[in-house]
């Protein structure tokens, strides 16, 4: 087990912490599927997530998003999720 860090101000790193982001990194580079459950995405988090699955040659990938009920999605977040959907199904990797 692991102390994973978050670097969002105002609270920075110390040396030889380590962040959550590195840690998801490193660990999607020994993957050949992936599954993640999450609350909430922005655009630019299912863009990078998308990078990561290319960059890596991900074979199967699973996205649940979740915890928009009250407050609704936000319509670019939506539209890139639909997209990104569409995307995986015909490459025939995954779903969100």
């Known amino acids: 087990m692991e102390l994973l860090y978050s670097n969002i101000l105002p609270v920075g790193l110390e040396d030889n912490q380590k962040t959550i982001q590195d840690c998801f990194n490193e660990q999607i580079g020994s993957c050949d599927s992936v599954e993640i459950a999450v609350g909430y995405v922005s655009k630019a988090s299912l863009e990078e997530l998308d990078s990561l699955?290319?960059?890596?040659?991900?074979?199967?990938?699973?996205?649940?998003?979740?915890?928009?009920?009250?407050?609704?999605?936000?319509?670019?977040?939506?539209?890139?999720?639909?997209?990104?959907?569409?995307?995986?199904?015909?490459?025939?990797?995954?779903?969100?």
């Open 53 to 96: 699955v290319e960059q890596h040659h991900i074979r199967h990938i699973s996205l649940v998003i979740g915890m928009y009920y009250v407050e609704g999605m936000p319509e670019s977040s939506y539209h890139a999720a639909v997209a990104l959907n569409q995307k995986w199904r015909e490459a025939g990797i995954g779903e969100i």
